[in-house]
C-alpha cells in the first residue's frame, strides 16, 4: 500500500448525453436517464481512484458550507476516504457540466466559483503528507502554497497540466517546474507529442513525462532519449471519455509507486483508462488492482 497526497479540485459533476457536437440549437431536449449529477473534480476523482486501488490517500481541498459541499465529503467518506482535510472556505462548492456525444467526445464547463483566490495551509498540509510517498499537485491555484513544503517531504511530485500549447505557459509553467512526473493530453499538440514532450523535459528538468494520445494510447519520455508509445487497448464499450486523463494518471502513479517500472506502469494503466471510459460520470468505473489484474491476464499483457 502506498501513501497517495492530492491537492486538487473538488466540485460537483452533471453529465448531459447530446447527440453530436457541435450542438443544434432546440428550446428543450428531452432525455431519458441521459442526466445525472455526481461529486467529481481532478482532486476527488484521484483520490477514489487511488482508494479503489488500495493506497492510503490523502486530499487537499476546499468546498463550499453547502448541499453539494456536505454531498462531496459523504461521498468520499463511505470510500472510506478521510476529509478532514477538505477546507469549508468556499462561498459555494465548485460545479463543472459535462455534455457527452455518443462517440464518448465530451465538452466540459467548469465554475471554480472562489478556487482560485484560496491558498491551502501549509502548516496543515505538512502535518498529514510528511510521509507520503507521491504528492499530486493537481494545476489549481491553491496548490502553489504547497510548492516547498511537498519538495521538503523528499516524495516524488507529479502533477497534470491537462491541454497544454506552449511550454512557457505562465500558468501551467509553476507546475511543470516541481513535477517529477509529469502527464498532460495531446489534445493542442496533435502530431507533434515527441517534439513537445522533448522541450519540456530539457526546459523543466522532469523525470518522467506522460502524454496521453485518446485512442492512439499514451507517449512516454523518460529521458530525453528514451521515448515510446504505449498502445491504447480495448476492454469494453466506449461511453463517456470524461476523466480518462484522471484515470490514466492514477493508475500510473500507483504502478509506479509499488515498482518504479514507468513503461509497465503505463501499459497497466491503459487498462485502468479503458475500462474506466466505458462508464458514465469522471468519478465512475474504477478497478480495484484485483480485478485489473484479471483483465491483464486475460489479455495476455502481464
Known amino acids: 500500500m502506498s501513501k497517495i497526497s492530492v491537492c486538487g479540485l473538488?466540485?460537483?459533476e452533471t453529465s448531459a448525453s447530446v447527440d453530436s457536437f457541435p450542438l443544434e440549437y432546440r428550446p428543450i431536449d428531452y432525455r431519458f436517464f441521459g442526466v445525472s449529477s455526481n461529486p467529481g473534480g481532478?482532486?476527488?476523482?484521484?483520490?477514489?481512484?487511488?482508494?479503489t486501488l488500495s493506497d492510503e490517500v490523502k486530499l487537499f481541498s476546499f468546498c463550499g458550507d453547502d448541499a453539494s459541499g456536505r454531498l462531496i465529503k459523504a461521498e468520499l467518506e463511505g470510500h472510506?476516504?478521510?476529509?478532514?482535510?477538505i477546507l469549508t472556505e468556499n462561498k459555494s462548492t465548485a460545479q463543472s457540466v459535462v455534455l457527452y456525444d455518443k462517440e464518448g467526445r465530451r465538452s466540459i464547463i467548469c465554475?471554480?466559483?472562489d478556487n482560485q483566490d484560496l491558498h491551502y495551509p501549509e502548516d496543515k498540509f505538512?502535518?498529514?503528507?510528511?510521509?507520503?510517498?507521491?504528492?499530486?499537485?493537481?494545476?489549481?491555484?491553491?496548490?502553489?502554497?504547497?510548492?516547498?513544503?511537498a519538495k521538503a517531504t523528499g516524495a516524488l511530485i507529479a502533477s497534470d497540466v491537462h491541454c497544454l500549447s506552449?511550454?512557457?505557459d505562465g500558468y501551467n509553467a509553476r507546475f511543470m517546474s516541481v513535477a517529477h512526473i509529469l502527464f498532460l493530453s495531446n489534445e493542442s499538440i496533435l502530431g507533434k507529442e515527441v517534439e513537445f514532450s522533448k522541450e519540456i523535459m530539457e526546459k523543466y528538468q522532469n523525470k518522467i513525462i506522460v502524454v496521453g494520445m485518446g485512442e492512439k494510447g499514451a507517449l512516454l519520455r523518460t529521458s530525453l532519449d528514451d521515448v515510446k508509445v504505449i498502445p491504447a487497448v480495448y476492454t469494453r464499450p466506449v461511453v463517456n471519455t470524461v476523466g480518462a486523463g484522471?484515470?490514466?494518471f492514477a493508475a500510473f502513479l500507483h504502478f509506479y509507486a509499488k515498482t518504479q517500472d514507468a513503461e509497465r506502469s503505463l501499459r497497466y494503466a491503459t487498462y485502468f483508462?479503458?475500462?474506466?471510459?466505458?462508464?458514465?460520470?469522471?468519478?465512475?468505473?474504477?478497478?480495484?488492482?484485483e480485478e485489473l489484474m484479471k483483465i491483464i491476464e486475460k489479455a495476455g499483457a502481464l
Request: aromatic fraction near 8%.
Open 273 to 289: 483508462a479503458s475500462y474506466k471510459i466505458g462508464e458514465n460520470g469522471a468519478s465512475k468505473g474504477f478497478l480495484c488492482e
Open 80 to 85: 472510506g476516504i478521510d476529509t478532514s482535510n
Open 166 to 168: 506552449d511550454i512557457n
Open 10 to 12: 473538488v466540485n460537483m
Open 126 to 149: 505538512r502535518k498529514s503528507a510528511d510521509n507520503s510517498d507521491i504528492i499530486c499537485l493537481c494545476n489549481i491555484n491553491f496548490s502553489e502554497s504547497l510548492f516547498e513544503s
Open 246 to 248: 484522471d484515470s490514466l
Open 42 to 51: 481532478v482532486g476527488y476523482n484521484l483520490a477514489l481512484a487511488f482508494g
Open 111 to 113: 465554475d471554480l466559483t
